[in-house]
C-alpha cells in the first residue's frame, strides 16, 4: 500500500485573515454617528447608563431618544439621518462616556470581520480603518467577544422586557 505524502492528521482550523492585527485609529470625524438611516441599538443596562448620565426620567429618555422601528430599542436619527446624541458643532457623541457598546467595538464587529473585502468595504467610510495603531489579534478577539456578548444581553432583553 502506498502512503501519502503528509501525515494523515486532522487540519488544523485557519486563522482568521486578521490574524497578523488590524489597523485602527480612531480620528474622532463622526463619520460612524452620520451614516443614517441605520440603528444603534442598546441593552437595558445602557439604556439606564444613559438615563442616569442625561439625568433625566426613563420615560422621557424613551420619549425623546428611543425607537422601536429595527424591532429593538434603538436611538432615533435626526432627519438627516444623524444619531441624535452626534452633536455636529463638536464633531462629537453627547453620550461618549456611556455609549453602547454597538458605538464602543466599532469598526470591530463580526460582519465586518468575516472577510478582507467587507473590511475594506467599510473602510471607504471610514479614515481610521487600516491607519492608526495596529490593533493585535487578540484585541480583535476581545472586542468579538464583547461584542457576541452584548448581542447575547440584547436578545436577552427582547425576550424578558422589563415592566415600565
Not at 19 to 43: D, K, T
Not at 94 to 112: D, G, K, N, T
Request: charged residues 30%; glycine residues 6%; negative net charge.
Amino acid at each position: 500500500m502506498r502512503r501519502p505524502p503528509f501525515p494523515l492528521t486532522p487540519a488544523r482550523e485557519a486563522l482568521p485573515w486578521w490574524s497578523e492585527g488590524l489597523r485602527f485609529g480612531c480620528f474622532g470625524c463622526g463619520r460612524c454617528c452620520r451614516w443614517g438611516p441605520g440603528a444603534v441599538f442598546f441593552s437595558e443596562e445602557e439604556g439606564r447608563a444613559v438615563v442616569e448620565f442625561l439625568d433625566i426620567a426613563p420615560a422621557d429618555f424613551k420619549r425623546r431618544f428611543v425607537t422601536m422601528r429595527w424591532g429593538s430599542p434603538s436611538f432615533t436619527e435626526r432627519s438627516d439621518g444623524h444619531c441624535v446624541f452626534y452633536d455636529a458643532e463638536s464633531a462629537r457623541c453627547l453620550i461618549y462616556a456611556v455609549r453602547p457598546e454597538q458605538c464602543r467595538s466599532f469598526p470591530f464587529w463580526p460582519e465586518l470581520l468575516q472577510s478582507r473585502a467587507a473590511w475594506d468595504a467599510e473602510a471607504r467610510r471610514c479614515p481610521g480603518m487600516n491607519e492608526g495603531p495596529l490593533r493585535s489579534a487578540e484585541e480583535i478577539e476581545e472586542w468579538i467577544t464583547s461584542a457576541r456578548n452584548w448581542l447575547v444581553a440584547r436578545e436577552e432583553d427582547r425576550e424578558n422586557p422589563e415592566a415600565d
